[in-house]
């Protein structure tokens, strides 16, 4: 009874001060500058990698039909629509042929015109030839001049002459009026392949100048993409290596395909190299022309080498290495980089061998002397 | 001789430990005050640490690309990098924006970076998780602040990206987020409308009969595209090779490609001198409130306990306690006070308030240490009213009249 | 330790100066012998607490000589140099209230005054021990002053006068605050005291019920101190 208020006090005071300055001395050596760097190791392994290289492209159809009228003129139907497939020979449209069949009757009065006038010259010509040959005669019975009989003669050419002229005239107007034909039957718009109708830009009564183009069509299996590689990635890429494309609209999953060719000509602008993506098999329904697809092409698998995870690599000074941690000490190690692949791995060539400890992950930047923390992951990041 | 003051305390010492513990809180905001300030100093340095920049290279006569909008073309970094001297050279986008996750939208600054990898300027130089980026597009790297989980799907203005991986510390001068993206995906984001805008671009540029002429097909569509080409970046990050003096780089890229070119120092100046200034007086005008409102209450608590114990000071002084005794009496609790204050104060800056505070917060041990100093000193201070009050009291009071 | 208590010869006392002048002390004369107690009376206004201060060498007098055994404390205005050690050391003081030091416990609250004499701490407790048993709050030595009763509270009081064994103690309205049985104890317990230290003691007071049992009685009026003597009465 005597002696216990007391000891209560001091107890009480005990409980309070000792965990504050328990803590306070915590606080200053595990927080702030004075803190060890917390840090997440990871072990050098021997693997081989499959190095990839990313890209993005958009899908193109390899074989476009633009298809129009030859000459200026107004559509008259169109029998087709966006979104419509269409077999080789198949007719899309028709042009207005407006004055055409007037311009082929009055090719048809013409050559009959041409015909007459062909047996008008042959008439000529015959009257001409029998002239001359009795005026021969009589030049040898000596009943006539020479000069007559001359004049016979030439008279006789020019027919002959004339009429070649009038048979030339007639081939002339058949040729014309077949040129009309031909030209009346340019205008059905014919479908040159097998193929769907990707846009239709005009509408009947629209006129049109030759060359513009009144429906496109693109032949659905030569479907392809022209991928964009940023030049840095780019290094090995090659006709036929394999690769995965997911298309934006169905992000998740993936189609197989190839690289068919890489463009000789590169983007100099954006510092791309291009190259053009096949699928093994079209996607079914057909994607839309313009969509985008992230390309991943797989390059040959490489020889296993140390491997370490690209969150490793530091650079000081320009220098690329890791901090290899030895006995609770870290030492930064220069190392060169070999081949890397997409989901982090990279291969190093020279400074490391399987089963170093190195750094992959630290809360702060790392210093020679940094006083380090080993843990598991660290805080705050959710696996 | 026994401690006075000890026995004082010891003898009252819940309402000593709780007027310390609310003391405490006091100084710990004013330690977190402190700590925010050198936590936005420390922002802007680790910003350019990060960078890994010795130089930037931002348009002329402005000063980008951290303190104000720089944009120089994307092609600027080749002519940059056949400059003597010069190691590295890199495009760097920034812009601060909405980066979306599921449906919230967080303020980040949206960092393009040149493909390279690891090592390049611009890039982050450590991760705490997760991977650097290795696709050329649709991937990022986001700092911890913007509450991005591994392997997460953000939208920045069109596109989605995945979070492959996490860094620490990587914020703007303003404390944003820092979220890297491959720089041709920045350039896009930074300069890309939203798809109302293009479609109301595209809508006047039809309609506008000298670029939809009838007889040249295909104008609209080259005219559309060239519309939507964007070749800028806000600056060049250039890393000045061994040997050579960064200002004289600095020099003969001012001169021959005729941009503006900052060095480390300069920019560090620009950051902490412009670009914080005003948040550092504000910080600096709250800490002296702070430290005279600490001092208020020192004194005024010092006070009212020794204005609490007159009579036993008359009777101490009666029964011929020297005076020293009682300035050490007062003096002590005082400054026991404020050591309690000082060690309540830190552990709350450091456990609660600086986890909790949405900008960083630097504790630095030498603040520490200065902010002791000056609780000491505040307590001296405050002490010294009382201790005049006490001097003042009258032995005689002790004796009835 | 003197064998001659305290005396005081001629003593004045003027507050302040000129026509606004107030003489609270016109004439004192006292002594108080070794062993002794007496009894100070005055109504109000009479100079008492005044002389109580000077005694307490808390205030100077203007004029007039006190000596504490052989020792002048004051002569005409001459002083001794520290009185706060004379108060210390060779004056006890008991109050009306017992003005114990509340976060100090009993042993210390008496102890305090020989350790502010420069005693080490382990010595001073004894010595403060020492008197306890006299006083009968030997059980009490490590309570604090809010856990004792009235009468405890003025005992410990009375032990922290005598701890150093002053020449004289000054117990101003000791009983007051008591109920006349312990009134009267506490007198007993001063007067035991004073025989067993030799002290003189001065007990200020206008306690009816203690009045009876001085031997010697000092009267106050307007600053001026007439002898008269006590019934002397048994005080059990």
Known sequence: MKKFPFQKRTLALIAILVPLLFLFVYVALRSGPLAPVSVVLATVEESEISPAIFGIGTIEARYTYKIGPTSAGRVKRLDVDTGEYVKAGQVLGEMDPVDLDARIRAEDAGFKRAAALIDEAQARKDYAQTQSSRYNLLLKSRATSKEMAASKRQELQIAAAGLTAAREDLSRTAADRKALQAQLNNLVLISPVDGLVVSRDADPGTTVVAGQFVVEIIDPGSLWINVRFDQTHARGLAAGLPGRITLRSRSGEFQTGRVLRTEPLADAVTEETLAKVVFDQIPEPLPPIGELAEVTITLPKMA???????????????????????????????????????????????????????????????????????????????? | MISLAGRDIMHSWGKFVFTGMGLGLLIGVTLSMAGIYRGMVDDARVLLDNSGADLWVVQKDTLGPYAESSSIYDDTWRGIRSISGVADAASITYLTMQVRRKGVDVRAMVTGITAGGPGTPGWPPYLIGGRQITRGHYEAVADIASGFKLGERIKIRRNHYTIVGLTRRMVSSSGDPMVFIPLKDAQEAQFLKDNDAIREQRRRTTENSAFNRPGVPGLLDAIIAS???????????????????????AESIRRWKRLTVYTRSQMEEILVGKLIATSAKQIAMFLIILSLVSSAIVAFIIYTLTMGKIREIAVLKLIGTKNRTIVGLIMQQSIALGLIGFVVGKITATLVMAPIFPKHVLLEPLDSVFGFIAVVMICILSSIVSIRAALKINPAEAIGG | MTEKGITIVGLKKRYGSGDTAVDALKNVEMHVAPGEVVGLIGPSGSGKSTLLKCLGAVIEPTAGQMMLGDDLIYDNGWRVKDLRALRRDRIGFVFQAPYLIPFLDVTDNVALLPMLAGKPNAEARKQARELFKALDIEHRARAMPSQLSGGEQQRVAIARGLVNRPPVILADEPTAPLDSERALAVIRILNEMAQKFATAIIVVTHDEKIIPTFKRIYHIRDGVTYEEKGEGRSFE
């Open chain 2, 227 to 249: 519309q939507s080409v964007n070749t800028y970046v806000n600056a060049v990050l250039v890393r000045v090779g061994k040997g050579h003096n960064p200002d004289k780089v």
């Open chain 1, 304 to 383: 296993a080498a140390p491997v370490i995870p690209n969150a490793a690599v530091h650079h000081i000074n320009g220098q690329a290495g890791v901090w290899k941690h030895r006995n609770g000490h870290l030492q930064f190690t220069p190392i060169t980089l070999g081949e890397s692949d997409l989901e982090g791995h990279v291969q190093v060539h020279k400074g490391l061998k399987s089963g170093d400890q190195i750094v992959l992950y630290s809360e702060n930047a790392l210093k020679e002397h940094s006083k380090i923390h080993i843990v598991d992951h660290i805080p705050g990041v959710t696996q």
